[in-house]
């Protein structure tokens, strides 16, 4: 299948702090990449929707200024946490949809994030 | 009523027999159904892809859809201790746009 990769896998960081997590399609282009986030044991919980070059589409309750999201190239999403607080300590995982595929959708290995 | 329901397990079986994982919904727009698989602090790994109501195989998986009565399934075969993970059904509507994730069925094969 396809290759989506995330960068960084583990990332530590005081309250307050701005956090970048890339996702890249490795061997294909991706023009919709989402973003994900789970709590332990939960499932799932879809953050937002990333159509390369428009803006982000957020879902409910979800804070657009808190979680940035840029895909500024068909390869290349990115997820910055800004002003990082302790409740924001979570999986992030971000997959990505092959470009006139048949919708299949492939996951990076995820970003665990922990604020201090 | 929740999109997607699974029951969440555990699911415990000994090595060597067929597991059953299930998942019902209710929006009838979805059409598309994936099942993946997510060990502990690992993203989700697609398994298995389908489309229209029927079975459908791959090795030691087979998914089969039911769209009349709204419920799907994944079977797999002669199951291993590596097949211990967190099962999730997730149905996709025609439009290519949301997927919607089932909670995951816990499974643990015990060897």
């Known amino acids: 299948g396809a290759v989506v990769s995330q960068h960084p896998s583990w990332v530590i960081c005081k309250s307050g702090t701005s956090v970048k997590i890339e996702c890249r399609s490795l061997?294909?282009?991706?023009?919709?990449m989402f973003w994900y986030r789970q709590f332990p044991k939960q499932s799932l919980m879809l953050m937002a929707t990333?159509?390369?070059?428009?803006?982000?589409?957020?879902e409910q309750g979800v804070e657009k200024d808190k979680f940035l999201i840029n895909h500024a190239s068909l390869t290349l999403s990115t997820l910055t946490v800004t002003s990082a607080h302790p409740e924001d300590s979570s999986f992030y995982i971000c997959?990505?949809?092959?470009?006139?595929?048949?919708?299949?959708?492939?996951f990076g290995e995820g970003s665990r994030l922990t604020v201090l | 009523q929740k999109e997607v329901e699974q029951d969440p397990g555990p699911l415990s079986v000994p090595e060597g027999a067929i597991v059953s994982l299930n998942c019902t919904y209710s929006n009838s727009a979805f059409q598309y159904f994936m099942w993946y698989r997510q060990y502990s602090r690992k993203g989700p790994e697609l398994l298995m892809y389908?489309?229209?109501?029927g079975n459908k195989e791959d090795g030691r998986f087979t998914a089969q859809v039911d769209k009349s009565s709204k419920y799907i399934s994944l079977f797999i075969r002669d199951s291993q201790p590596s097949d211990s993970a967190t099962y999730l059904c997730a149905p996709l509507e025609a439009s290519y746009q949301k997927v919607t994730f089932g909670t995951g069925t816990k499974l643990q094969v015990i060897p």
């Open positions: 997959s990505a949809r092959t470009s006139g595929s048949s919708g299949e959708l492939f």
């Open positions: 990333s159509n390369e070059g428009s803006k982000a589409t957020y």
């Open positions: 061997d294909f282009q991706a023009t919709t």
């Open positions: 389908t489309y229209s109501s």
